[in-house]
């Protein structure tokens, strides 16, 4: 398997160790990093990905509170 191209967040400052960047697999499965801690790499459905992005764009991410 190739090794992943990983693209930053466009919010991203620079080369800042604190990033979220992003890589398809061949399978076209996203995967997803925190630039900081490279080695965790979560992978994910796009479906579930597209989720994600909606509800932060909402602004609907409260951290887990109830």
Known sequence: MP???W???SFSAGDAPNCVEI???STGSP???ESAV???VITTTRPAL???L???KAGR????AG
């Open 3 to 5: 090794p992943l191209q």
């Open 7 to 9: 693209r930053k967040s």
């Open 23 to 25: 890589a398809t697999g």
């Open 31 to 33: 995967h997803l990093r």
């Open 38 to 40: 490279p080695g965790m």
């Open 50 to 52: 597209q989720a994600l």
């Open 54 to 56: 909606r509800v932060l």
């Open 61 to 64: 991410s409260d951290g887990g």
